[in-house]
């Protein structure tokens, strides 16, 4: 995020953050596994969801849903940290300041 617009970041499945302004390509594969690559040279990937057994995967569309999500919060005017979560046994992306 630039100039006014606040940062927002985004929790990965080993506990690190990632900038979602750092984020160029987003990747759900069939075992439910989100990856994200960053824009740099070395073009480094991170994980921000393992894939899941056993019907635990994300919905097909996680990843379109977290582009929504970051849309939204960096509307909120505060830095703001999103994370997967599993709700009521499904997932969803659920957004707190930082």
């Known amino acids: 995020m630039s100039g006014t617009m606040p940062e927002v970041w985004i929790s990965a499945a080993d ?3 990632v900038r979602a302004d ?9 075992t439910g596994r ?4 960053l824009r740099d ?8 969801l393992e894939g899941a057994s056993g019907g635990g995967h994300p ?15 960096a509307d909120s005017g505060s830095a703001q940290l999103i994370s997967a979560r599993r709700v009521d ?5 659920v ?4």
């Not at 750092?22 to 069939?30: E, K, P």
């Not at 919905?59 to 919060?73: C, G, Q, S």
């Not at 957004?95 to 930082?98: G, T, V």
């Open 89 to 93: 046994g499904g997932w969803r992306w």
């Open 34 to 37: 989100l990856t994200v690559q």
């Open 59 to 73: 919905p097909a569309d996680f990843h379109r849903e977290l582009i929504r999500m970051i849309a939204e919060v």
């Open 15 to 17: 506990g690190d953050l």
């Open 41 to 48: 040279e070395a073009r480094v990937s991170v994980t921000l």
């Open 95 to 98: 957004s707190e300041p930082l």
């Open 22 to 30: 750092a984020i160029v390509i987003l990747r759900l594969d069939r």
